[in-house]
């Protein structure tokens, strides 16, 4: 008897939604050219930690900064509250994300540079790190992950069927650095299970 996968799924204390097991999702830079970090009305969530780790990487990428994404950055700091009172990082012009940085014409995160290179301990919001999954904390403890579906990402929902690669699998890094090794390991044991059951 095949079993259909339920659409909310509780692990270790999370609810997550099963598309994140059964969507596919692999990034192309290559088509979409990082176009995630300049489309949008809002910029990327951020936590009062992160902000705090940002400012202390802020003289660091400061120079790869557009002059611009700097004028925003002096009037209204490294991030502001959204329309839902959450906090999110400064953007230019209604939509670019003032940390974009540009190497011919693909967008890139200047924070994430700066930390690959070694010169920085931050490397950028655990929010970016996550897409095309999204947090939603409903307060008491208990957090939402939803995967989020965006018109800018068909490039890597193609990539990511014709690789068999489920959003939770390429997400392996970010997940764990939010959650912890074991809980992913759950993750993965709970994915392997639904869809072997599924079949």
Known sequence: MVNEI??????GGILISSEIITECFCCDYEKCK???CVEGSDGAPVTLDEIAGIEDALDTVWPMLSA???SVIDKQGVAYADRDGDMVTSIVRGKDCVFTCYDGDNCL???EKAYRNGKTQFCKPISCALYPIREKNFGNGLIGLNYHRWTVCKDAVEKGKALGLPVYQ???EPLIRRFGEAWYQEL?????QLTANSK
């Open 6 to 11: 339920p659409p909310i799924l509780e692990i």
């Open 34 to 36: 990082g176009i995630c």
């Open 68 to 70: 611009s994404a700097q």
């Open 109 to 111: 995160c200047a924070l």
């Open 170 to 172: 390429f997400l392996k």
């Open 188 to 192: 993965c044991e709970v994915a392997e």
